[in-house]
């Protein structure tokens, strides 16, 4: 009963991980589907924005052409995210659906928009600013979208969790259960007969020793007897007969002894066959086999008679009835009850009870083929596990593919400077920090941000801040960094305040823009500085020591603006290079290291630079593990 209550226990526990573990992979794909679905809606303003203002450009076709697929994606990818027809099966909840419903204006705006852009010439900067309104609002009921379905795969994620957990907890408890009431007492019953059997046996070796000085007296007194020579004479060897029988009696000896006649009735019953025969042994003394043992099991009896006919000695089972109808496996030693005359009267049985050891042998083999069927199922476990953590990987690696077509092409990079480095090295395989670099006309763009955590919570924000800085820089006033970093924050508190909560996550940022005509460099930060190395000095520009996002005394950003000169190099950073654990001491690098080094290296061409910070870092490590994403930007100006 046990053994079948764990099994049923088990398939429910596979039944429910194998169907949310479905729900869990198939809500991935939805969360990714519906991320592609903010990236197309920016690519397909970011293509307006190139027709609005390259009308007559050579690329323009290849511009239309391209805007024309991405808008029939977008629309596919839409409908197939409302209506389920992505080939994935998707069940959208009423909270989901209702979001859907309120960005389908703004969504049908963007297709209609998108579309007249690619298909006429004519005057589109109306059109450009709906779509561009349009967008904005799009992106934000998308986050609210992709939010609400990862709330709600958690919510699936939990309820595997508990289910696993109440399932364990139910079949340690019916092991425990059967150890303590079955096995535990069957052992003892089998020690209390096995100590029984030895004192039965010392008591028979006593009467033994009695029975041997008992002849030797009978030997002192022979003198003194002998006028009853000839009766002693017989009477000794009465003794000795006697005295084989009990030695016989001694070495077949038992739990029950009993002694039948020639018609199977019982002659001679000892005390501990009344347990196994439910029944007083006066009672026994004549009753007959056939009051206990059924046909077959006669039959038995017949096959072992004919072995002791040929001085077999017999051992075997029968399975006896009891007075109380109860069914008792016992083990029988049988041998032939021999009289005087050297006649056969009958049957000496001895007889042990074994049916808790038979039961407790059955037990035993249904436990090793339940242990071997559990066995089997934790290794088909075990496959859906690893399929599922591949399923995950996957999902992961895609992210990293999402984030890295986010962040700016070592390609564009190149074209807005001559002589720089980007170490750029994850934690894991979704990055936490993340850099952005854009160029406005005369402006260069460049920061460097270190979101809270790293892997995929980490990655999350950076594609919040990657986002959100590029709408705000192609926005406002790029020269003034402070309000830049001010309106930064704004959007990022709005974010989380949206979903009703002050979610302290956010990101420490070093931002600058230099204007190439003037070689003015405005910078402000969050908790990341500026630093210049100029004439073998290093003059650090301190960030404002608040973060983009929630802190409880917040006050405006401080923009600095610095005239740079030639050969002046800049360094921005994430804080995960000087906080990474390692050294002799095993400490942490330090951000005076970061500067010594910085000094040290700063006239060495740019990309040696990054070989030397990267062996650095190697070194330092050593065996540690990296504990933090790190990013490093560094640049030489020349005016």
């Not at 290296?601 to 504990?627: C, G, S, Y």
Request: charged share 25%; aromatic share 10%.
């Amino acid at each position: 009963m046990a053994f079948s209550a764990i099994a049923i226990l088990v398939g429910f526990a596979l039944l429910m991980f194998l169907y949310l573990m479905g729900e869990v992979k198939n809500d991935a794909k939805i969360i990714n589907i519906s991320g592609r679905q903010r990236m197309l809606s920016q690519k397909i303003t970011k293509l307006c924005i190139q027709i609005a203002h390259k009308p007559d450009s050579l690329i323009y076709k290849s511009e239309t052409g391209e805007l024309k697929k991405t808008v029939k994606l977008f629309e596919t990818l839409h409908y197939g995210l409302i209506n389920g027809s992505l080939g994935e099966e998707i069940n959208n909840s009423d909270t989901i659906t209702k979001l859907f419903t309120g960005l389908q204006v703004n969504f049908e705006t963007i297709v209609t928009k998108a579309e007249k852009f690619a298909n006429t010439e004519e005057n589109k900067q109306d059109d450009l600013e709906l779509i561009l309104k349009s967008e904005k609002i799009f992106l934000s009921l998308m986050n609210k979208i992709v939010f609400q379905y990862e709330k709600e795969s958690n919510n699936k994620m939990r309820v595997l969790s508990f289910t696993m957990q109440v399932v364990v907890i139910f079949i340690l408890v019916i092991l425990f259960l059967e150890l303590k009431f079955v096995m535990i007492p069957a052992i003892n019953r089998e020690e209390k007969n096995y100590n029984t059997i030895k004192e039965n046996n010392c008591r028979i070796q006593e009467q033994n020793e009695e029975l041997i000085t008992t002849e030797e007296e009978l030997r002192q007194n022979n003198k003194e007897l002998f006028v009853l020579k000839k009766k002693a004479e017989k009477q000794k060897n009465i003794i000795e007969k006697k005295e084989g029988r009990l030695r016989h009696i001694i070495e077949n000896q038992g739990e029950g002894f009993v002694i039948l006649d020639l018609e199977g009735r019982f002659t001679f019953a000892n005390p501990a066959t009344e347990d196994i025969f439910d029944i007083p042994t006066v009672e026994l003394i004549g009753k007959n086999l056939s009051d206990f043992f059924s046909e077959k099991e006669f039959d038995k009896m017949l096959q072992q008679c004919e072995y002791e006919e040929i001085g077999v000695k017999s051992s075997y089972e029968l399975i006896a009835t009891s007075a109380k109808n109860i069914k008792r496996h016992l083990s029988i030693i049988s041998t032939d009850d021999i009289n005087e005359e050297n006649n056969i009267t009958g049957q000496i049985w001895v007889l042990r009870d074994i049916t808790f050891q038979v039961i407790a042998e059955k037990k035993l083999k249904n436990l090793n083929d339940h242990l071997l069927k559990s066995y089997n199922t934790t290794q088909e476990q075990k496959q859906i596990i690893e399929k599922a953590h591949n399923d995950i990987t996957n999902s992961i690696n895609y992210a990293q593919t999402i984030q890295q077509a986010l962040l700016t092409s070592k390609e564009l990079i190149n074209t807005y400077f001559n002589d720089y480095f980007l170490f750029f090295k994850s934690k894991e395989t979704v990055s936490g920090d993340f850099y952005y670099i854009n160029k406005l006309g005369p402006h260069i763009v460049f920061a460097v941000a270190d979101c809270t955590g790293h892997g995929v919570p980490g990655g999350f924000l950076t594609m919040l801040g990657i986002t959100y800085t590029h709408e705000i820089v192609r926005n406002n006033d790029v020269n003034n960094t402070g309000e830049i970093l001010n309106v930064l924050r704004q959007r990022i508190k709005n974010t989380f305040r949206t979903f009703g909560t002050n979610n302290k996550n956010g990101f420490d940022i070093a931002f600058c823009s230099v204007n190439t005509e003037t070689n003015i460099l405005s910078y402000a930060g969050a908790y990341n500085p500026l630093w210049i190395i100029r004439d073998n000095e290093l003059l650090e520009h301190k960030a404002t020591r608040n973060p983009i996002g929630f802190y409880p005394k917040e006050v405006d950003f401080k923009g600095n603006k610095v005239q740079l000169y030639d050969n002046d190099v800049i360094y921005i950073f994430s804080d995960g290079y000087q906080d990474q654990v390692g050294g002799e001491k095993n400490r942490k690098f330090t951000k005076k290291q970061l500067k010594e080094m910085f000094l040290k290296i700063h006239k060495t061409p740019m990309a040696l630079q990054e070989e030397i910070v990267k062996e650095t870092l190697h070194k330092w490590k050593n065996n540690n593990k990296q504990i933090d994403d790190i990013t490093i930007l560094g640049i030489k100006w020349k005016v």
